[in-house]
């Protein structure tokens, strides 16, 4: 069965640092999420993209956060200069037909 | 007033039992519900998907929608230990590509 795949499954970094975490979606899907999920806390949508570009975004995802598709296959979240408070379950979800299917996440820890 | 209210439990219950899981919410532009599984530290796992009022049912879960009242849930029926998990409510406005917004998620412990 398809499935999104994320990596890497933990990682961990300084204050300050950038961070790219990856998403593969499922293969014909055309729309892709980012969500996170701070430690006991609800998931919360970052952003969405369609056809290469942004489509919609929370008032979480600013100027540190950015989103790419480099090819065919690979949809990635940067973090250009990590806080603590980044530190959270990030979730690459891909869309089909309104149903989003969700991938196992990262989880970011900022030190 | 949150968008999504959701009990976060714990709802303890014994094998065999009926779970009974609710959310509420507040934007009536809400049109698509979706029910997600979580186990601890792992992604959201879809169960359940319905398009605007009534029921839906697969296997031992179904999935009901009140519109008029913003009330939605879920009833698994049978419940095992290995359903021992978060449940999460979600729904979407429907237009192409809307993001999803989540409750906070209920935690079911079911007992053997």
């Known amino acids: 069965e398809p499935e999104v795949t994320q990596t890497p499954s933990h990682q961990v970094t300084q204050m300050g640092q950038e961070v790219i975490l990856r998403c593969v979606p499922i293969?014909?899907?055309?729309?892709f999420y980012w969500y996170r999920q701070i430690l006991g806390q609800k998931v919360e949508f970052l952003v969405s993209?369609?056809?290469?570009?942004?489509?919609?975004k929370s008032e979480i995802f600013d100027d540190q956060f950015s989103v790419e598709r480099p090819d065919g296959s690979n949809f990635t979240l940067k973090i250009r200069s990590t806080k603590l408070e980044d530190s959270a379950m990030y979730f690459c979800?891909?869309?089909?037909?309104?149903?989003?299917?969700f991938g196992a996440g990262t989880r970011l820890s900022v030190l | 007033q949150k968008e999504v209210e959701q009990d976060p439990g714990p709802l303890s219950v014994p094998e065999g039992a009926i779970v009974s899981l609710n959310c509420t919410y507040s934007?009536?532009?809400?049109?698509?519900f979706m029910w997600y599984r979580q186990y601890s530290r792992k992604g959201p796992e879809l169960l359940m998907y319905?398009?605007?009022?009534g029921n839906k049912e697969d296997g031992r879960f179904t999935a009901q929608v009140d519109k008029s009242s913003k009330y939605i849930s879920l009833f698994i029926r049978d419940s095992q230990p290995s359903d021992s998990a978060t449940y999460l409510c979600?729904?979407?406005?429907?237009?192409?590509?809307?993001?999803?917004?989540f409750g906070g998620g209920t935690r079911v412990l079911v007992k053997p």
């Open positions: 979600a729904m979407s406005r429907g237009a192409a590509g809307n993001k999803l917004t």
């Open positions: 979800a891909s869309m089909e037909g309104n149903i989003q299917y």
């Open positions: 993209f369609y056809n290469n570009e942004i489509s919609e």
């Open positions: 319905t398009y605007s009022s």
């Open positions: 934007n009536s532009a809400f049109q698509y």
């Open positions: 293969s014909n899907h055309l729309y």
